[in-house]
């Protein structure tokens, strides 16, 4: 059975730093991985999406990677931001969408 | 927002009753799914639909039941509401499956039942 594991649970950091979330799967057979966004009481946003067969994918300030064989990704946020405060999830696509329970990123100026 | 709605965002109900929610997408897109989110278990799919009338079960789909009779509407059923069925139930689409299955979400409704 595919589990999705995000560590750290929370993290907080002051503004200007440039940090790592990290997320873990225990299945190398996924179609793609995906990152999202959610705000409190909010809806996900989707950030990155990446097929299984790139290593990584970049959107303005972040950046996510893909080690399929270890079953590993990170999002890298350069240059973070108090708007970048939020709870950042990953999901792997098999034949559905499995979720991680999220990192929960506090940025403080 | 995908244009992706959901209705209604919020309702408290009591134990027993049924209760639907709607989903609406103005994107014509094949692919609809129903989740909820609990804390310490993330986002569970219910249930998904991959085109009209074409529906299956998810991870946790004891409970629910789903109808798609247009490719824009995707409703959620709860025949009779359970005090565990208090969760925010989130509504996503995408235009594929596989590799390219980019999933856009919906901006949640939170249900109550006492």
């Known amino acids: 059975k595919q589990e999705v594991t995000q560590i750290p649970a929370a993290l907080s950091v002051p503004e200007g730093e440039n940090l790592v979330l990290n997320c873990s799967f225990t299945?190398?057979?996924?179609?793609?991985l995906q990152w999202f966004r959610q705000d409190p009481g909010k809806g996900l946003t989707s950030l990155l999406l990446?097929?299984?067969?790139?290593r990584e994918q970049t959107s303005g300030r972040l950046n996510a990677s893909l080690d399929k064989s270890s079953g590993r990704s990170t999002l890298y946020i350069a240059a973070s931001q108090p708007g970048d405060s939020a709870t950042y999830l990953c999901?792997?696509?098999?034949?559905?969408?499995?979720f991680g329970t999220g990192t929960r990123l506090q940025v403080f100026p | 927002d995908a244009g992706i709605t959901q209705s209604p965002r919020h309702k408290v109900t009591e134990t027993g009753t049924p209760v639907t929610l709607r989903c609406h997408q103005t994107?014509?897109?094949?692919?609809m799914y129903w989740y909820r989110q609990d804390p310490g278990h993330g986002l569970r799919l219910i249930h998904y639909?991959?085109?009209?009338?074409?529906?299956d079960k998810g991870e946790v789909s004891d409970g629910y039941s789903v109808s798609r009779s247009k490719t824009e509407d995707f409703l959620l059923t709860l025949e009779s509401a359970t005090s565990s069925q208090t969760s925010v139930y989130f509504c996503?689409?995408?235009?594929?499956?596989?590799?390219?299955?980019?999933?856009?979400f919906g901006p949640g409704t939170r249900l109550t039942v006492l």
């Open positions: 996503a689409i995408s235009a594929i499956s596989g590799a390219y299955n980019e999933q856009f």
């Open positions: 299945d190398s057979a996924i179609y793609n």
């Open positions: 990446i097929q299984s067969s790139q």
């Open positions: 999901a792997v696509e098999t034949d559905k969408l499995i």
């Open positions: 994107e014509n897109h094949r692919y």
């Open positions: 639909s991959y085109g009209v009338k074409d529906t």
